[in-house]
């Protein structure tokens, strides 16, 4: 059955993460989404949708837009389609963290069979995200057998995403670095905190150690101090444009396609 592996690694009663559920798609448009999750290791997970599910690997150091840059994918268990869109706190459990939608669009295989392009091991694709766009390959170091996907061995899972080279690659340009926030609340990882709620993340707050456990206790001071300043601010001015009429009231998806630092801003200003 699809999504088993999903349902057995996760209790419903406490994650908020959607139930595995294979909605009815035409497949006409193909979505994909990469969504940064800080959890006992920050890793960005790409996922690209097939039969309804989502194909799922967790990139450590998240896509490099050099096509001489290998980055390593271990593919992890297919995800519901209604997770695609999901950003917000895992509060414990599996991948327990925060998890930020990074980027999201349509992806459409160069292969004229997906699921043989799998089993080899090779899937050339294109992506047409807000961030990622252009042509990839994701391929499978060590392939022995044949329709291994979501196998047990490790041998089995270990891919490597790569980008080709067209006008969407650079050898200089780190995405990650470049546009790190989320393409849905344009947020960065304490903004997605300090808007949870706060059952969630104060009585909750993931638990880890090493360095990914002092970041996300870092993470999780400055959302507190986010949210203690919204909670002691008057409501908001009617007005808040800039004298210099720059735009502080662009949309979230619009700060999402630059590095986000209006929002950044605009969070120091908030008075309290
Ligand atoms: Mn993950």
Same mark, same amino acid.
């Given at each position: 059955?699809?999504?088993?592996? !999903?349902?057995?690694?996760? @209790? ?13 798609? @035409? ?16 890793? !960005? ?48 459990? !599996? ?26 091991? @090779? ?6 995200? !807000? ?34 080279? @067209? ?11 470049f546009a790190p ?10 903004d997605i905190l ?29 959302? $507190? $101090? ?35 630092? $209006? ?10």
């Open positions: 059955m699809p999504l088993d592996e !999903y349902r057995r690694k996760r @209790d419903f009663a406490v994650t908020p993460e959607p139930e595995a559920v294979v909605p009815e798609r @035409d497949g006409s448009q193909l979505f994909f989404c990469v969504q940064k999750h800080l959890a006992s290791h920050l890793h !960005y997970d790409i996922r690209l949708e097939l039969n309804g599910v989502l194909l799922s690997w967790a990139v450590p150091k998240g896509p490099s837009l050099d096509p001489g840059t290998k980055r390593l994918a271990m593919q992890t268990e297919d995800h519901p389609f209604a997770y695609g869109e999901f950003e917000g706190v895992i509060p414990e459990g !599996y991948g327990a963290g925060i998890v930020m939608l990074w980027d999201k669009g349509t992806w459409t295989p160069e292969v004229p069979d997906i699921e043989a392009a799998l089993r080899k091991g @090779d899937l050339k694709f294109t992506l047409d995200g !807000y961030k990622l766009k252009g042509s990839w390959v994701l391929v499978r170091t060590s392939g022995r057998y044949a329709g291994a996907r979501g196998g047990s061995g490790a041998e089995q899972r270990t891919w490597l995403l790569i980008k080709h080279r @067209d006008d969407w690659s650079s050898p200089e340009l780190d995405i990650a670095e926030y989320s393409v849905k609340s344009g947020g960065d990882f304490e300090a808007d949870d709620n706060p059952a969630i993340w104060q009585t909750n707050r993931p638990a880890k150690d090493g360095s990914t456990g002092a970041m996300l206790a870092e993470v999780v001071a400055r959302a $507190a $101090a986010i949210k203690a300043a919204r909670a002691h601010a008057s409501p908001p001015p009617t007005s808040t444009e800039p004298a210099d009429g720059s735009d502080a009231t662009a949309t979230p998806k619009k700060k999402a396609r630059t590095t986000g630092g $209006a929002r950044k801003r605009a969070v120091k200003k908030t008075p309290g």
